[in-house]
């Protein structure tokens, strides 16, 4: 089974049963890190699929933080409070491209359907609304990374060529350690990105996976959905769970800033000479 099929149940064992020894050997293996005004390590908040309750729920503990973060909007949501996400654009939040459906089986697609229909038509509906000048990243609908039929490689870079025909500087995924940036900034179309409350409501996998992100230095992509009253189902967190992890980001001496922003650095900082 290839990482484009893995399950979530599967990705989310094999990283928090990992995590512990990992993050003892990222102390021992750690590099020097240059983040800005010293933090010791990079936190992009993100949240999938543009849902009212971000707007309602997440989106005020940030503001209160003082904190902004990337929100991956799909056309179907957004559409029904555009008005608010204009808003929360304007507030200095990052509004990016998650495709217009979010997909997720993909064998079916050649690559112009797909890049037609999901990726071209988002673009231009978030430039319409948000302006061209907003960075250009993206989320991986479901974190699957290949795209019509072939073997791995091919489904994979059949994908990449997509984004990068619509000038998409860094791209998520749902799965991996803490990214190193020298790796990020050598391949951003592959970024790691970790979803700590998406089978259980608990704060420990994300304590323990920011923890790692700090011992090495690194970055570390935090990926949320819906964030409700109480945790319901694959997906969800809870209000509370939500404002303890962001309590914990706090407490750390870390930056933390959207996406394209830490992108932006990291390419600056780490990318290869002109």
């Not at 020894?21 to 390590?41: C, H, I, N, Y």
């Amino acid at each position: 089974m290839d990482s484009s099929q893995l399950s979530r149940r599967s990705l989310f064992t094999l990283l928090t049963g990992g995590l512990a020894g990992a993050a003892m050997a990222g102390e021992a293996r750690a590099q020097p890190r240059e983040w800005p005004d010293g933090a010791k390590a990079a936190v992009s908040l993100t949240y999938d699929d543009g849902l009212n309750s971000q707007l309602d729920n997440a989106a005020p503990e940030l503001k209160r933080l003082g904190w902004k973060a990337t929100f991956f909007l799909t056309e179907t949501n957004a559409h029904w409070r555009l008005t608010d996400w204009e808003a929360l654009a304007h507030d200095g939040n990052e509004v990016a491209n998650h495709t217009m459906t979010h997909p997720c089986a993909l064998a079916g697609y050649s690559a112009g359907r797909f890049q037609s229909a999901e990726i071209d038509r988002m673009e231009g509906y978030l430039d319409h609304n948000f302006g061209p000048d907003r960075a250009r990243t993206f989320a991986y609908p479901c974190g699957y990374l290949g795209l019509g039929r072939g073997g791995r490689h091919e489904r994979y870079a059949r994908y990449r060529r997509v984004l990068e025909r619509d000038g998409v500087i860094a791209a998520r995924t749902t799965a991996g350690g803490p990214n190193r940036p020298e790796v990020a900034a050598a391949d951003p179309l592959h970024l790691h990105a970790f979803e700590p409350t998406y089978e259980s409501d608990a704060v420990a996998p994300a304590i323990r996976y920011l923890n790692e992100t700090v011992a090495q230095g690194g970055w570390a992509i935090l990926v949320f959905h819906d964030v409700l009253p109480a945790w319901r189902t694959d997906g969800d967190t809870s209000v509370a769970t939500h404002n303890k992890i962001l309590a914990h980001i706090a407490s750390l001496d870390v930056w933390c800033a959207p996406m394209g922003q830490v992108f932006d650095y990291v390419e600056s900082r780490w990318g290869r000479p002109a």
